[in-house]
């Protein structure tokens, strides 16, 4: 059974960084497509990044190109999102999420808070 756990999330002043760290067992990490996604209260859930099983190709959400960064290290099973330039508007719970040839897994969330 796959599983996923993040970690790094907390309250950060406007224009400061987080980097955001999600950790995976329990399946072939190096065969799946990772991805960050947020939901903010009263918000749908909606992709933030993504990025393909040997890292080669990453794709953004508008609002967050040019501002966050999504990696993975394979060897340790691990995908990240390094937040930088946070807004107040980057509030919300992010979660990580795993696609495969034939399951999907997520994470229980961890929140980002952006505020003076």
């Known amino acids: 059974q796959g599983k996923l756990v993040e970690s790094g999330g907390g309250l950060v002043q406007p224009g400061g960084s987080l980097r955001l760290s999600c950790a995976a067992s329990?399946?072939?990490?190096?065969?799946?497509?990772m991805s960050w996604y947020r939901q903010a209260p009263g918000k749908e859930r909606e992709l933030v990044a993504g990025?393909?099983?040997?890292?080669?190709?990453?794709n953004y959400a508008d609002s967050v190109k040019g501002r966050f960064t999504i990696s993975r290290d394979n060897g340790k099973n691990m995908v990240y999102l390094q937040m930088n330039f946070l807004k107040p508007e980057d509030t919300a719970v992010y979660f990580c999420?795993?696609?495969?040839?034939?399951?999907?897994?997520w994470g229980q969330g961890t929140q980002v808070t952006v505020s003076s």
């Open positions: 999420k795993a696609n495969g040839p034939a399951y999907e897994y």
């Open positions: 329990g399946f072939t990490f190096r065969w799946f497509f």
């Open positions: 990025i393909t099983d040997t890292g080669g190709r990453t």
